[in-house]
């Protein structure tokens, strides 16, 4: 495979990487725009914990929005997180999505403040959890190098986990951290998009390193010099006495 082609299998891979996130993306804010536009009170559809009507909020809560601040906040960490996701982990990606989304918000459900919780904010959390771990784990050099970058990109969300500001919904941050390091635990055996390195073994030969010849191959081109040495010898006194019969005795192969 040509470099060229190499090139264009990675750019259809990572446009197609990008597929997911993006719906999303348009998903919340189409939801954001219709809400704003129509007055939909979309925020009715939030999660609200322990309430039979306040479950629909787990399928429902990471596409709703309180501001256009709020929606850009969540958007960006969303598509790239969303986009690292399927790129580097495309075998895991879609459970490690669905967990993320329906586990973040059973449990905060579960758990938390009787307050209605909306946003993308957890699986975003959650996300990035499972990125890093997943790299950890797996100790690729490139994943390796991701996991630094899930530090530094969003190692300041862990103040998140806090219960530091009344109206931000910290149990969805620290419901989906958890829940993207148990996924990245549960699926850390699926394969990633990174190929590991070639194992080399100490009794491997190399087919371009020549293999010395052996003793006992030696040993016979001594013995096949010394027959034809003695050959040539009887064919010489042969032919001075006339005799033209002679018996070859061939050497040991």
């Known amino acids: 495979m040509t ?28 939801v954001f725009w ?32 309180g501001s256009l601040e709020h929606l850009v906040g969540n958007s960006i960490p969303m598509l790239f997180l969303g986009w690292c996701l399927f790129f580097f982990y495309p075998r895991s990606a879609w459970w490690a999505l669905a967990g993320t989304w329906l586990f973040t918000g059973s449990l905060v ?19 990035a959890a499972f990125i890093f771990l997943s790299g950890v784990l797996r100790r690729l050099r490139p994943l390796l190098a991701l996991s630094l970058l899930m530090v530094f990109l969003y190692g300041g ?4 986990v806090l219960p530091i500001e009344e109206r931000v919904s910290w149990e969805s941050h620290l419901w989906g951290g958890i829940t993207g390091f148990a996924l990245a635990w ?19 030969v190399d087919d371009d390193v020549p293999v010395p ?31 033209d019969d002679i018996t070859i005795n061939y050497p040991p192969l």
């Open 186 to 204: 549960w699926l850390r055996d699926q394969p990633s998009a990174v190929p590991p390195p070639p194992m080399y073994f100490a009794d491997e």
């Open 34 to 65: 219709l809400d704003t536009y129509f007055s939909w009170d979309a925020a009715r559809s939030g999660l609200l914990p322990r309430t039979l009507h306040g479950a629909i909020g787990i399928f429902t809560a990471p596409l709703l929005h």
């Open 109 to 127: 459900w579960a758990s938390a403040r009787p307050d209605i919780h909306i946003g993308a904010s957890g699986v975003v959390y959650a996300l």
């Open 157 to 160: 969300m862990v103040w998140g």
């Open 213 to 243: 010849a052996a003793e006992h191959d030696d040993e016979q081109d001594a013995e096949r010099a010394r027959w034809m040495r003695e050959m040539q010898e009887r064919a010489r006194r042969n032919t001075t006495l006339g005799n």
């Open 3 to 30: 470099y060229q082609e190499e090139r264009s299998i990675v750019f259809r891979r990572a446009l197609l990487a990008l597929a997911v996130p993006a719906v999303l993306l348009v998903f919340m804010w189409s």
